[in-house]
């Protein structure tokens, strides 16, 4: 069981907005800054989202993130059949002093 | 261009010692704090631990806490991770990360990983 708390899954149709919630505490989300990760099998996590919104140059206009109180969202309009992944939401503890990663949710396109 | 490829990894039987080796090149690496993260097989990214930019200070993950070492050599480009008693549950995928100075812990470039199976 994570510490931050994500869907497992998650699916929409290409054209559809889609999001995923990261549901953390006080030590972490609420303190500190989330990052997303995209994930595909077999190859290395690729940062999506920094600082709860901001997109590394590359990331299409497509995803964006938020952040209130203890929870996070990453928002992907526009789907398409590329964006069929796991993503992953991470942020520092002040607590346990360790980088939390969200169990991750696997998102479907349909 | 940044670059960050992991070595070390192999089928080792539970108890024993690994050590990997993530060599980075197209940065300034002394200025990265560097973190590695594993994922086991069908699981989720579990983060393992880091290193500060000068190697000063070290956190892990309770997991490997006691178990796990991570060091650095600034002048070699390359940080290492020394695996002890090895479990059966260690068993994944190994990726080390940079984690740019003042980022808020955010992991922007990642090596390919290096696969560690612990099995008897």
């Known amino acids: 069981q994570s510490v931050l708390t994500q869907p497992p899954s998650a699916s929409g149709t290409p054209g559809q907005r889609v999001t995923i919630y990261c549901s953390g505490s006080i030590s972490n989300i609420g303190s500190n800054v989330v990052n997303w990760y995209q994930k595909f099998p077999g190859t290395a996590p690729k940062l999506l989202i920094y600082s709860n919104n901001q997109r590394p140059s590359g990331v299409p206009d497509r995803f964006s993130g938020s952040k209130s109180g203890t929870s996070a969202s990453l928002a992907i309009s526009g789907l398409q059949s590329e964006d069929e992944a796991d993503y992953y939401c991470a942020v520092w503890d002040d607590s346990l002093k360790v980088v939390l990663f969200g169990g991750g949710t696997k998102l479907s396109v349909l | 261009q940044v670059q960050m490829v992991e070595s070390g990894g192999g089928v080792v039987q539970p108890g024993r010692s690994l050590r990997l080796s993530c060599a980075a090149s197209g940065f300034t690496f002394s200025t990265h704090a560097m973190h590695w993260v594993r994922q086991a097989p069908g699981k989720g990214l579990e983060w393992v631990g880091f290193?500060?930019?000068?190697?000063?200070?070290?956190e892990y993950a309770d997991s490997v806490e006691g178990r796990f070492t991570i060091s650095r050599h600034n002048s070699k480009n390359t940080v290492w991770l020394d695996m002890n008693s090895l479990r059966v549950e260690d068993t994944a995928v190994y990726y080390c990360a940079r984690d740019p100075p003042g980022s808020g812990w955010r992991l922007d470039y990642w090596g390919q990983g290096t696969l560690v199976s612990v099995s008897s």
């Open positions: 290193i500060w930019a000068d190697g000063s200070e070290k």
